[in-house]
């Protein structure tokens, strides 16, 4: 059965989209059928896995606004095994167009609900913001992975993003759990760092990935290629940091923890 996990920290770059592209390919790599749905207005997604965020013309917008049928805009990506759900600019003014809608908060679960068990993966990238799109991709999700980035102020606004998290179980999505925190960007050279690793430990009582994404340029060069880094680059500590990481978030599954 295919597990759905949304992508999501309102904080912006912290590497969401970085871990939503190289997680998938990586998963991929290893044969998973995936599917990965931007639902970010930026569209970085979609173009870091090759396709035209500018060109296409079924998109998750249209899907929200129930202008075209869910499989009219899945599309093939770079990647074998992968296929995406574009996004782009004009996502940007939907929060206000989906405010009157019926279910509003359901739209892309229900769109889903079909096609789950066609995949093992559905992962989300979220925008910077804890609005309605998000909130549909909690509703739509088992788990929450969040990405944070090893800086100083690393834990703020984490609580209130675990409150959010709180509140969609509470409400919308009874089985919404954490699927595990993963610390990105991070650098061997600097003590800082691992003293944000050490901290977010200790005050953060959530599943925490071993794998530890370090900062490497390969994983920021790769997107402007249109590429995962895996296919970019795949001897890069980028590429073998998320080939890990997709290895425990497949362990993860196996345990059957999740059910
Ligand atoms: P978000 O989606 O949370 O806003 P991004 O994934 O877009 O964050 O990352 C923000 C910026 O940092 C991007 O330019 C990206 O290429 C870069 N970046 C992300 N992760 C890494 C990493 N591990 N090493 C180097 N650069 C990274
Ligand atoms: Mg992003």
Known sequence: MGRIIAVANQKGGVGKTTTAINLSACLA????????????????????LGVDKNMVENTV????????????????????????????????GAEIELISMEN???????????????????IIDCPPSLNLLTVNAMVASDTVLVPIQCEYYALEGLSQLMHTIDLIKERLNPKLEIEGVVFTMYDARTNLSSQVVENVKENLNKKIYKTIIPR?????????????????????AGAEAYRFLAEEVIEREDEDAWL
């Open 104 to 122: 509003k908060e359901y739209l892309l679960k229900n769109n889903l609900d079909a096609i789950k068990n066609d995949y093992d993966f559905i």
């Open 216 to 236: 490497n340029v390969r994983l920021a060069e790769a997107p402007s290629y249109g590429m995962p880094v895996n296919m970019y680059d795949s001897r890069s």
């Open 61 to 92: 917008y249209e899907l929200f606004l129930e202008e075209c049928a869910l499989k009219d805009c899945i599309q093939p990506s770079v990647m074998e095994n992968l296929e995406i759900i574009p996004s782009n600019i004009n996502l940007s």
């Open 29 to 48: 790599e290893k044969k998973k059928k995936v599917l990965t749905i931007d639902i970010d207005p930026q569209g970085n997604t979609t173009s870091g």
